[in-house]
């Protein structure tokens, strides 16, 4: 009389065991959801960066001072313009210490 419980408790623990572990389980499917929320999220953050590209390109194919703007960010210049370079507090330090100093008289 108890084999047959047995077997059959048996069955049902190895049968939710499968239904849980294998491929498309229980687990496999949360695993899939998490990657799926991940991946829209991804995806909307590379639309909003690409709306932001295009409205740039936009700009940049019609807004002539846009296009100055981004010509000096890359270190370009108009003609005739001259470049005057301004040393930094760290240049200048060095260039005044590697100067000779007069003695003082």
């Known amino acids: 009389m108890r084999l047959p419980l047995l077997i059959s408790a048996a069955l049902l623990l190895l049968a939710i065991f499968i239904s849980l572990f294998r491929d498309m389980g229980v687990v496999g499917v949360l695993k899939l959801r998490n990657?799926?929320?991940q991946l829209r999220s991804e995806v909307e953050q590379l639309r909003k960066?690409?709306?932001e590209l295009?409205?740039?390109v936009e700009g940049l194919r019609s807004n002539p001072s846009?296009?100055?703007?981004?010509?000096?960010?890359?270190?370009?210049?108009r003609e005739k313009e001259k470049?005057?370079?301004v040393p930094?507090?760290?240049d200048s330090r060095k260039s005044s210490s590697s100067r000779p100093v007069a003695p003082h008289q």
């Open 88 to 90: 930094s507090n760290k």
């Open 83 to 85: 470049v005057i370079v």
């Open 35 to 37: 990657t799926e929320k």
């Open 66 to 77: 846009m296009i100055e703007d981004e010509a000096r960010r890359l270190g370009l210049m």
């Open 54 to 56: 295009k409205s740039q």
């Open 49 to 51: 960066q690409n709306a």
